[in-house]
């Protein structure tokens, strides 16, 4: 059956093709970016295009994860159009490169707001109609850097998907009952398809930073180009994108409430099963065994 979806961070890399294969798939697509009008603009027209040609239900929609008011009236929009969400995809992000002393309280609380927050934001805005209806799929984009191998000068943004994947399994628990769904999809380290290298924000302290090439020379550029040689050929974004539209197909009930997708296998996925299984054997002992499972 035909959904109505909206994933934030649409404009590019995951976002924009995970809006494209859901399209593919027979969904109405709100992909949500912000400065649809500025800077996103030539995003906004490739989406139409690509509905016009594909034949696709596929809307571009000004949705800025950073300001409440945004969200609320990109949220609000869709409901009235449709009368439901049925999936929101949780894919807005930020990445920083740069030893982690560099970066100012500030910067980290930038980040924080980018990757956590935004998701609070768009969780109010989109949970009380899924309540209401008791149904819905909450699927979060996170990070093989959350329990994978962390490589330095990337600590604000591990540090931050983090926190926002520790939120997505409390949130699963707390929506089971409800009947809304939550899948988390951990991507590896893609260096084809996305932006997150090239649109990396830097420390700053340009002082500190330069006190740490003095030993660090070129690390970020050797991580880069290690990160870049683990990855098999044709290892591209898009496998991201299509198994996001393959667990949004399934039915209620059978979506994993993990699954990984990580061609570099930084051993992300061998700490998530025992740290997934301790959280179903923890709530079997404590009697909140029907936690794990959407109720009706």
Do not use: C
Not at 88 to 113: C, I, K, R, S
Not at 245 to 256: D, E, F, K, N, S
């Amino acid at each position: 059956m035909s959904k109505v979806i909206v994933i934030t961070g649409a404009s590019s890399g995951f976002g924009a093709l995970t809006a494209r294969a859901l399209a593919d798939a027979g969904h109405t697509v709100y992909a949500g970016m912000r400065e649809a009008s500025g800077r996103n603009a030539p995003q906004v027209q490739a989406a139409a295009d690509y509905a016009s040609n594909h034949d696709v239900d596929l809307r571009a929609i000004e949705l800025d994860v950073n300001s409440q008011a945004s969200v609320d009236a990109a949220i609000t929009r869709i409901e009235s159009e449709h009368g439901r969400i049925d999936v929101v995809v949780h894919n807005a992000g930020h990445m920083v490169v740069g030893p982690a002393e560099a970066f100012t309280p500030e910067q980290l609380a930038e980040l924080y707001d980018v990757n956590v927050l935004s998701t609070q934001r768009v969780n109010r805005a989109v949970l009380p109609g899924m309540r209401r209806r008791g149904e819905g799929l909450v699927l979060w984009v996170s990070s093989s850097s959350v329990k994978g191998g962390t490589p330095p000068y990337l600590a604000p943004y591990f540090a931050a998907k983090s926190a926002m994947d520790s939120l997505a399994v409390s949130y699963a628990a707390e929506l089971a009952r409800w009947g809304v769904e939550t899948s988390i999809v951990v991507p590896g380290s893609f260096t084809s398809g996305t932006n997150h290298f090239a649109h990396s924000g830097r420390p700053a302290d340009s002082a500190v930073e330069a006190d740490y090439e003095l030993r660090y020379a070129g690390l970020m550029g050797q991580v880069a180009d290690k990160l870049a040689a683990l990855a098999p050929e044709g290892a591209d974004a898009s496998l991201v994108s299509d198994e996001i539209a393959r667990i949004v197909a399934l039915p209620t009930g059978q979506r994993p409430f993990r699954v990984h997708i990580d061609p570099a296998n930084d051993g992300s996925q061998e700490v998530s099963e025992v740290a997934d299984r301790v959280r179903r054997e923890f709530l079997t002992r404590v009697d909140l065994a029907d936690l794990l499972t959407v109720g009706s």
